[in-house]
């Protein structure tokens, strides 16, 4: 992909909070958005082939290769294991994926994410790096991820992913009540 469709910059209205006490968040998975007008369901990924180890270093080939575009992805929610294909293309290892679109929030408040993650990944919500486990890694799950919304709506999610050999995951979860599940479909758009 020669246009780069990653958006540079913090966009207002989201804020990390880094501060203990989050007395506002709450996801609500029985929420129905309506997509805005030009929104189609799941999340955009295109592709790019290649032996990376490091999420800056897919940035860089991407934005002098063009990609392989994918079928939208529903949501993120994947636990490939070993010997499978990765995401929805048809290559096991060495793949990279620029996921872009947006995500939505129905009321303000700070919102608990958790990122699992193999091999490398840098996910942003609104312009701001809320997760980066940039190297090849086993699968992981980040810390909950503290993010701030000033308001109920869509806002850009891009995340850049790559897996190398063995075995791959990558899923976002939030904090529904007291446990963390994917963020629904129903919650993206591109
Ligand atoms: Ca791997």
Redesign the pocket.
């Known amino acids: 992909m020669m246009g780069l469709k990653l958006i540079l910059g913090a966009v207002a209205g989201v804020s990390l909070a880094f501060a203990s006490g989050f007395a506002t968040g709450s996801a609500n998975a029985a929420d129905a958005p309506m997509r805005d007008d030009g929104m189609q369901a799941g999340l955009a990924v295109d592709y790019y082939y290649g032996d990376f180890d490091h999420v800056d270093k897919v940035l860089e080939y991407a934005s002098r290769k063009d990609s392989a575009q994918g079928a939208p992805l529903v949501n993120l929610d994947f636990r490939g294991g070993a010997g499978k294909p990765v995401l929805n293309q048809k290559h096991k290892?060495f793949v990279a994926a620029l996921i872009t679109g947006y995500i939505y929030f129905s009321a303000p408040g700070t919102y608990m994410f958790k990122v699992r993650s193999?091999?490398g990944v840098r996910v942003a919500i609104g312009g701001l790096t809320v997760l980066e486990d940039a190297k090849?890694h086993?699968d992981r799950t980040s810390d909950p991820l503290p993010v701030k919304v000033s308001a109920a709506g869509w806002l850009p999610i891009e995340i850049v992913y790559f897996?190398?050999?063995?075995?791959?995951s990558i899923e976002l979860t939030w904090q529904v009540g007291s446990d963390f599940s994917a963020v629904p479909a129903s919650h993206f758009a591109h």
Do not use: I, Q, V
Not at 163 to 168: M, Y
């Open positions: 290892d193999n091999d090849p086993p897996e190398r050999k063995g075995s791959w």
